[in-house]
């Protein structure tokens, strides 16, 4: 019980794989090409390799049971028991049981999945009723701090915490179980401190949220128990993502050794620190590099809060101020980024070192720490795009009246009743990605290229009309990503070759980086959507990415308020749309799935932010006639939250992801009184599995129950890019089959 916590740590570390070893080893694993005891090859050297790159970095405290094969909340949720019966009863092994919550299986649909606070990675939802059994399972945890012990190296094995997980689990009464649940938790410490484990982390984030008293209660409850555990590891308690509030001084009166802070997106969290009072001895772990965004910190800056901290506290160690994971492995693998943008750049192991340093000068002296970066290059402005801000009107974030519009559409568009659609992308294959790869590589040529992707449209356009949908998609077979796409045919984006990051089990993307002010060079999507036009009379819908999840899912330059830079990005949208529109493009489709993910955590932010959000969709949506149609795509987050933000965005038809809430955010768009056009998802895209027909039907007549028919749509989920054709050709039948029994009805 007397090992000290150590001066300098992280809070986790991508576990994908410079390259994405374990995405490639994962989906190989589901192909049936690799068995379980490859995967796990492939995993076990994934872990040394980080374990050894952070001792080589001299990071005085590592952690362990970071990685996962597909989500860290579902791991926690094995390690406390919390398989649902309906795949438990599957009979499958552990393994396969695993991935069969993460993805679901032809008999059972998938766990829920959605977003992680507010960021792009995504977890899967837990699953608690009064049935759950808990049961402690800390064999991972076990098997891979033996794994870095047998290299020389301690670790602190990482659980999502008690309250959290209580609190991101679906249920009626996320503490009614509190008590199981902790008694869970104290069986595993105990096996840890059994095996040699002297530290614990276990994460509690959700306290960053609003959060009511009985649920600061549970919080001190949990964390009473569990360190008045006669054996156990001492406890380290991670929160991040802001500012603890209330739950801070909650926390510190618990026995537990030492609590994290965020010092980058909480800085609050020092007055709270500072108000609290004596801390009992407690170490504080100062969250002073950012663990979200890849700008170098400014070290000198850093160390100033972190002496602050050593002001109030006895021990203080300093970290990143979340998981490494939001960010990619190394700046090193980078060789074509401008050297200006570089200088100013790191990435997860570049972050390590910054850590490091601070670590050292905390305890040493901040007696040799380099310069802040230097200011933003004069180049990188855009004077018109900024004129063109300063000119805004509020006329130019408003269309005319809905109904209108909706008879306009109508008498261009001719669609039935509850139309049929999909959101953009179909699969992209191995032959597409290759032709990508060979046409960056410079073996095909433009004309070549050009060729086979058109190749790719005419075959989507063709499958859609056979298959009967009401308003078709061109496929977008030419598009890396949905936001890396448009980074880079803008100005102020850079993209990077290895700079990928988990988003959800084996789904990777390498966000843009925007450095600079953004502006658009030439239209950048008219001549695949006029193309695929050409080869139906139905109507095509134009697809573009919205403003704020361009930012989202990108690292955004910190130099300017968000709000500006969503306004930019919304003015290259607004151009493009009208281009589209001027090439006869009837419908065109501006996606935010990231609206929900980006809301800030504490509601007194939130209304800031909504409005510029919104603003800057409706910036961007708002240059075109009453008889164009525009639709929006949110997805995978808890829309309730952000409901009157969706209405407010003005579109004509908003499709949201809801086959795995069971179309629950229809209750909400009834609560509101929303008018429009909707399309609640009726097939999960993110599973292997075919909806049966009959499974969609119900789906359908649930939605009509909610809306009517004439402002209903059909459609899946999300895009289809990561299916295979075999399984969007079948479920995509189901689909228009089901649309035209409940339209009959």
Not at 132 to 145: I, M, S
Not at 503 to 514: A, L
Not at 674 to 683: A, D, K, L, S
């Amino acid at each position: 019980m007397s090992t000290p916590f150590g001066q300098s740590t992280v809070l986790g570390y991508p576990r994908i794989g410079a390259n994405r070893e374990l995405k490639k080893a994962v989906e190989a694993y589901w192909a049936g090409s690799v068995d379980a005891a490859g995967l796990e090859r492939t995993a076990a050297g994934l872990r040394v390799e980080v374990w050894r790159a952070l001792r080589d970095a001299r990071l005085d405290a590592i952690p362990s049971n970071v990685f996962s094969y597909y989500d860290h909340v579902l791991d926690t949720a094995v390690a406390v028991g919390a398989i649902p019966t309906r795949f438990a009863r599957l009979g499958l092994s552990a393994l396969d049981t695993y991935f069969a919550m993460a993805r679901g299986v032809d008999a059972e649909p998938a766990l829920e999945l959605t977003k992680w606070f507010d960021t792009n990675y995504h977890y899967l939802v837990p699953e608690i009723d009064s049935d759950t059994v808990f049961t402690a399972d800390p064999a991972k945890a076990l098997r891979e701090y033996a794994e870095a012990a047998e290299l020389g190296i301690t670790t602190r094995p990482v659980l999502v915490g008690p309250a959290t997980f209580l609190l991101l689990a679906k249920g009626d009464d996320p503490f009614a179980r509190l008590d199981d649940l902790v008694e869970t938790y104290a069986r595993i410490l105990t096996a840890l401190a059994e095996a040699g484990v002297a530290w614990v982390q276990l994460d509690e984030p959700a306290y960053v949220a609003d959060r009511t008293p009985d649920e600061i209660d549970a919080l001190r409850h949990a964390y009473t128990r569990l360190g008045e555990l006669a054996q156990r590891p001492r406890i380290f308690v991670a929160t991040y993502f802001g500012e603890l509030g209330d739950a801070l001084p909650a926390l510190l009166g618990t026995p537990v050794e030492a609590v994290g802070l965020d010092l980058v997106a909480g800085p609050g969290n020092l007055r709270r620190l500072a108000a609290a009072g004596p801390l009992g001895g407690k170490t504080i772990v100062a969250g002073l590099v950012d663990g979200r965004n890849i700008w170098r910190t400014d070290l000198r800056a850093a160390v100033a809060v972190g002496a602050t901290v050593a002001g109030l506290a006895d021990h203080v160690a300093v970290s990143t101020s979340c998981s490494l994971l939001h960010v990619p492995v190394d700046l090193g693998a980078e060789t074509r980024l401008d050297p200006r943008l570089s200088e100013r750049l790191a990435f997860a192991r570049q972050k390590v070192d910054e850590v490091v340093v601070l670590g050292r000068a905390l305890r040493d002296g901040a007696t040799s720490l380099p310069a802040p970066v230097p200011a933003t290059p004069a180049q990188w402005r855009h004077d018109d795009v900024r004129g063109r801000l300063t000119a805004l009107r509020p006329t130019d974030r408003q269309r005319g009246d809905y109904s209108t519009r909706a008879t306009r559409q109508q008498e261009r568009l001719g669609l039935p009743e509850l139309p049929t659609t999909t959101i953009g992308s179909f699969p992209q294959t191995g032959e597409l990605r290759k032709a990508r790869a060979a046409h960056r590589a410079g073996s095909l040529d433009d004309a070549g290229y050009a060729s086979r992707m058109r190749a790719e449209v005419e075959h989507v356009i063709r499958l859609q009309e056979q298959l009967g949908l009401d308003v078709l998609v061109h496929g977008e077979p030419e598009r890396n990503d949905m936001v890396q796409y448009f980074g880079e045919q803008l100005d102020g984006f850079a993209a990077t070759e290895h700079g990928w990051v988990q988003s959800y089990g084996s789904r990777c993307v390498r966000p843009p980086i925007i450095y600079g002010d953004v502006a658009r060079r030439a239209p950048m999507t008219v001549e695949w959507s006029t193309y695929a036009q050409s080869l139906t009379s139905k109507p095509v819908k134009g697809m573009l990415t919205g403003p704020v999840t361009i930012l989202a899912w990108s690292f955004v330059r910190s130099d300017q308020p968000l709000a500006d830079t969503a306004d930019q990005v919304a003015l290259a949208l607004r151009d493009e749309c009208r281009d589209l529109e001027s090439a006869g493009i009837r419908v065109i489709q501006v996606d935010e799935p990231a609206l929900r993910e980006t809301l800030p955590l504490r509601k007194s932010d939130q209304k800031a932010y909504l409005d510029w959000a919104v603003g800057a969709f409706r910036l961007a949506t708002s240059g075109v006639a009453d008889d164009t149609q525009i639709h929006t795509h949110l997805c995978y987050s808890e829309f309730g939250e952000v409901i009157s933000a969706i209405d407010a965005l003005d579109a004509d038809v908003t499709s949201i992801e809801a086959s795995r809430s069971k179309m629950e955010v229809l209750d909400d768009l009834a609560a509101i009184g929303y008018g429009r056009g909707v399309g609640p998802g009726v097939w999960d895209i993110h599973s292997p599995r075919v909806p049966p027909r009959d499974e969609v039907i119900e789906a359908l007549r649930r939605a009509v129950a909610a809306v009517p028919a004439r402002r209903l749509w059909a459609n899946p989920d999300c895009g289809l890019k990561t299916r295979a054709y075999p399984e969007v050709e079948a479920s995509l039948r189901h689909l228009v089959a089901a649309a035209a029994e409940v339209r009959g009805n």
